[in-house]
């Protein structure tokens, strides 16, 4: 939080009293005087300025309205999470379509989808029908998504994610 009243450490400040109005550069007895006699807290609002930015303010409510102001904006935020949809090489048509609909309706929530292509024994030698299969995805979500990244080989497994179009 921002430094108040004999926290601040500066000699001189740039003054800002409770209405707005800027008091000038003045010593920083003479602004806690000022907020004194406001019955007020002295508030360094710019402690990183040259000089040091003060306002006469009730430190309390300026915390509220912050802490207010915070809250809103992670309301406002979309936490995207991340859907993972597992296949094989050889996967059936229907099979296929079910995943691409799981997908799209993911996608259409806002989450990034993941496809993991998962091969086993002799499949690994057919490397080439796994990028047939990656880019059977891409083309069947160009209208829903974007590519996120490269496809990834992570040991017996191809990945490939998806992030919705905005």
Do not use: T, W
């Not at 921002?2 to 601040?8: L, T």
């Not at 602004?31 to 930015?53: G, N």
């Not at 303010?57 to 936490?79: A, L, N, T, V, W």
């Amino acid at each position: 939080m921002a430094p108040i009243n004999e926290h601040i450490k500066a000699e001189k400040v740039r003054l800002i009293d409770q209405e707005g109005k800027q008091l000038g550069i003045v010593s920083i007895k003479e602004a806690l005087e000022k907020a004194r006699e406001a019955e007020l807290d002295l508030v360094a609002i710019a402690p990183a300025a040259d000089p040091v930015v003060c306002k006469i303010m009730d430190y309390g409510k300026f915390k509220y309205d912050k802490q207010k102001k915070e809250e809103k904006s992670k309301k406002k935020q979309k936490i995207m999470k991340v859907k993972e949809l597992k296949m094989r090489l050889n996967i059936a048509e229907n099979d296929y379509k079910v995943k691409l609909n799981n997908a799209i309706e993911f996608l259409k929530d806002g989450d990034k989808v993941k496809f993991s292509i998962f091969f086993k024994g002799r499949e690994i030698e057919k490397k080439n029908l796994f990028f047939v299969l990656s880019n059977r995805l891409k083309i069947d979500l160009q209208d829903y998504a974007v590519l996120e990244g490269k496809e990834l080989f992570e040991g017996r497994r191809l990945s490939v994610s998806f992030i919705p179009k905005k």
